[in-house]
């Protein structure tokens, strides 16, 4: 109703009263959403400081925030954490584009053809119950310590979601877009990449989101185990000479920079969406 039919039809109404407080309700609504997710992160770190300050925990136990981040601050002028920064960032991306890129090709060829899944679903099930840590033992003794032994177990993380998620995905298009593209007539390579890829976008964002955050996890435990730079090397580092600001230090950073990448790929996956559905 505009506001000139509204003061036709109820006279004694202020319109622009209602609307003023319509548009500030829905200000505060935004902003409770976005201040939110944060409110906890706050709560952590205001306990955190009090605690410090008051004595409440040992400080050989948990630095104060003043060290932690002196500590990070100095690290990023030497440069120091971007090099290790630099070394992780290059292993996932490696790691994580693989991983990707055969889970997009195996699960693309599990959803399109029924005899494949029948073949190779049973038996890639059985092997992905298997931890990724798991076949960490099997690949030291295989390809040894060096930066093949990181790639592959960040691809592994990667590969389950994404498969599985390219397997439902292709398997979720609706049954009258497929007829659409019959009485269109189109080739197979057409239907696919017209019609089944675009519907699976939601569902393959999704497990690409998934399938990042379980690489990124598991690149900083390889590196834990067997590295000489990097952002879990930094942490292990820490631990040894028992510098726990060091070791904090490289927990924000590894935080920090896994909440980027998830972001970003929300964004991506918004504007997939989008270009599909325009």
Not at 19 to 34: E, H, K, M, V
Not at 189 to 212: E, H, M, N, Y
Request: overall charge positive.
């Amino acid at each position: 109703m505009s506001n000139g039919f509204a003061r036709i039809l109820h006279p004694a109404v202020d319109v622009d009263g209602i609307d003023a407080r319509a548009s500030l309700t829905n200000a505060g609504r935004s902003f409770g959403w976005i201040a939110l997710p944060w409110l906890l992160p706050a709560l952590c770190a205001a306990l955190w400081t009090l605690g410090s300050h008051y004595g409440w925990i040992s400080a050989q136990v948990l630095p104060p925030p003043s060290l932690v981040f002196d500590t990070l601050a100095a690290m990023i002028r030497n440069g120091e954490l971007w090099m290790h920064v630099g070394a992780s960032l290059s292993r996932v991306a490696v790691g994580f584009g693989a991983g990707v890129l055969l889970g997009l090709i195996l699960g693309g060829v599990l959803g399109l053809s029924r005899t494949a899944e029948a073949y190779v679903l049973p038996a890639f099930n059985a092997i992905v119950q298997v931890p990724v840590l798991g076949w960490l033992p099997f690949l030291m003794i295989v390809v040894g310590i060096g930066e093949p032994l990181k790639y592959i177990l960040i691809a592994h993380a990667a590969l389950v979601p994404v498969t599985l998620g390219t397997l439902q995905g292709f398997r979720q298009t609706p049954n009258a877009f497929n007829e659409v593209a019959r009485v269109f007539r189109y080739t197979r390579s057409q239907t696919i990449f017209s019609v089944i890829l675009p519907s699976a976008i939601p569902v393959i964002g999704t497990s690409v989101r998934l399938a990042f955050t379980k690489a990124w996890l598991t690149l900083v435990v390889a590196e834990l185990v067997a590295s000489s730079e990097g952002l879990g090397y930094l942490i292990v580092y820490g631990r040894q000479l028992f510098q726990l600001d060091l070791v904090l230090a490289s927990v924000l950073v590894v935080g920090a920079i896994g909440y980027l990448a998830d972001r970003f790929l929300t964004v991506v996956e918004a504007r997939l969406q989008r270009g599909n559905a325009a």
